[in-house]
């Protein structure tokens, strides 16, 4: 992440991680402030084992893109709507309009744990055991969604619909 205020975001991005039991680093490398670390952190991480980088960056967000363009892994830009942000806009059309040739996949504004999911099924075309927990979450929430389409009609619209 950009910064330690991306914390609170990008936090989702971990749970997921950890709940697939999926190794990772969380750390905080900025493109502005920090360019030679960015530079050292993006070119040693598949040495380090890195399979897929997830890039959380506010206002200009360029950390995403510059990842890219340093490492051959794939990246994932978690656009953040921060302080000095307009609305989140100026994040996503950071990190979502990269010129050919330097991609990076982009999720919804604050969305890391879609970036965490995408992560975790990019490791799992790859990784049996890792596929099979993408596999079954994804039951999980075809299951969760059929009880709600019971229970809306069983109680009714009109009811209070709680989970």
Do not use: C
């Not at 709507?81 to 950071?94: A, P, R």
């Not at 975790?120 to 039951?139: C, H, N, Q, W």
Request: aromatic share 4%.
């Amino acid at each position: 992440m950009g910064s330690d205020s991306d914390l609170p975001v990008m936090q989702s991005a971990a749970d997921i991680l950890k709940d697939f039991n999926i190794e990772f680093e969380l750390t905080v490398v900025s493109a502005h402030r920090t360019p030679r670390r960015m530079v050292e952190y993006a070119s040693k991480a598949k040495e380090r084992g890195l399979k897929v980088i997830i890039a959380g960056a506010g206002g200009a967000a360029h950390l995403p893109g510059m990842i890219a363009s340093i490492t051959s892994l794939p990246v994932i830009g978690v656009p953040i709507k921060s302080s000095n942000s307009i609305d989140g806009w100026d994040s996503i059309l950071s990190i979502l309009q990269m010129p050919n040739g330097i991609p990076v996949a982009t999720v919804a504004l604050n969305a890391s744990k879609n970036a965490g999911i995408l992560a975790a099924t990019i490791v799992g075309a790859f990784d049996d055991e890792i596929g099979k927990k993408i596999a079954a979450y994804k039951l999980n929430m075809e299951a969760d969604v059929i009880k709600k389409v019971e229970k809306l009609k069983k109680v009714g619209w009109q009811n209070k619909f709680d989970e």
